[in-house]
């Protein structure tokens, strides 16, 4: 089958609670993004939550089950324990339509987890238990290359088992005529492998997404602009979000922009990835580069109105009802 959208990140169930920040700062949480944690901590932090909501989460998964419930042919690739979390997992995609081909495996390490604390202004901090889906390696990713796209996340270069898998993907991915995205994830990610995150987007990737933080640290500077002129000049599209600020897109010498209303979240978790969603649902059927970043922006403002990381509204009604399709 030739998958519109392929994904391919860390598979990952979100824990979700709503907390002040007076608790972020008792427990040593950094607020508004996402510290990677161990096991003693992980127990200690689900055990404080207050209300838990559990939703299969993961940024690229997030973002391939909202291309796929806009209607694309879309597989995520991410590894999961064939433990209870796994299974709610992998069930959680297959219902929304997007294919999982890696059956929950039999490995030592449990289904990855975030704890994710949810402040009142709306903003996430993430807590993260690495398990099984941190270990994707070349020998995980099945043969599904095509004539669509590959969407990788940069939470996955941790790992270098993850860097190799990622450039053989999008090297399999180009000789089959398909084209490939990353998503930065994370400003300390981009801190902590910045050289092997810029060869990366020069060498293989045709689209790269990330916050403004995130590109900011990844070109060491404070001028934003510049940050997006340099990465065009390596990769064909470039996008920014710039939280309650107009999204930037970068291709060439050409700036697109797609204005946003600011709001407080109810969760801000998934916003960024919601907005790859609706971007890249946009590039994968060819809308104008300003369109496909209002696809992203609407798909964003419905995830950050609700707990949880993934869009409970129909996307492409109101796609329909704003006039983008
Ligand atoms: N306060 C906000 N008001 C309205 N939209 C927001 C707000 N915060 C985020 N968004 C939407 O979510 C997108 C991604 O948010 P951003 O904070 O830039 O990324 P990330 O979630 O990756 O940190 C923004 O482009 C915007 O469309
Ligand atoms: O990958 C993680 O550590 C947490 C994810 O499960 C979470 O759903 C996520 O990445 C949210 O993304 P964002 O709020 O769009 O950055």
Request: glycine share 10%; proline share 4%.
């Amino acid at each position: 089958m030739n998958f519109d959208v392929i994904g391919i990140g860390n598979a990952m169930v979100d824990v979700i609670s709503p907390a002040p920040d007076t608790f972020l700062d008792q427990m040593g949480i950094t607020k508004g993004i996402m510290q990677l944690i161990e096991r003693d901590r992980a127990e200690l932090l689900y055990a404080s939550m207050s209300e838990r909501v559990e939703a299969p989460g993961g940024s690229v998964a997030n973002t391939i089950a909202g291309i796929g419930e806009l209607g694309l042919q879309t597989a995520f690739i991410g590894k999961v324990k064939d433990d209870a979390l796994g299974r709610f997992y992998a069930d959680a995609l297959d219902k929304a339509g997007t294919a999982f081909p890696l059956a929950p495996q039999q490995v030592e390490l449990p289904t990855s987890r975030s704890m994710i604390f949810v402040s009142p202004d709306g903003e996430r901090s993430m807590n993260t238990y690495l398990g099984a889906g941190a270990d994707i390696s070349s020998a995980d990713v099945p043969d599904v290359f095509g004539t669509g796209l590959l969407f990788l996340e940069g939470y996955l270069f941790d790992k270098d088992d993850g860097k190799t898998a990622f450039s053989e993907a999008a090297g399999k991915m180009k000789a089959a005529g398909g084209r490939s995205a990353i998503t930065i994830s994370d400003p300390f990610c981009a801190e902590r492998h910045r050289a092997d995150f810029k060869r990366l987007i020069a060498e293989d990737m045709d689209v790269a997404i990330g916050n403004a933080a995130e590109w900011r640290t990844l070109y060491e500077t404070d001028d934003l602009d510049a940050a997006l002129r340099q990465a065009a000049e390596v990769c064909d599209i470039v996008a920014c979000t710039r939280s309650g600020e107009a999204v930037w897109v970068q291709r060439g010498f050409e700036r697109f922009t797609a204005d946003v209303t600011p709001v407080t979240p109810v969760d801000a978790t998934g916003a960024g990835d919601q907005f790859a969603a609706g971007f890249l649902y946009g590039i994968c059927t060819g809308a104008a580069l300003d369109v496909a970043a209002a696809m992203g922006v609407m798909c964003a403002a419905e995830v950050i109105g609700h707990m949880g990381p993934r869009p409970e509204a129909n996307m492409m009604a109101a796609f329909r009802s704003a006039g983008l399709v």
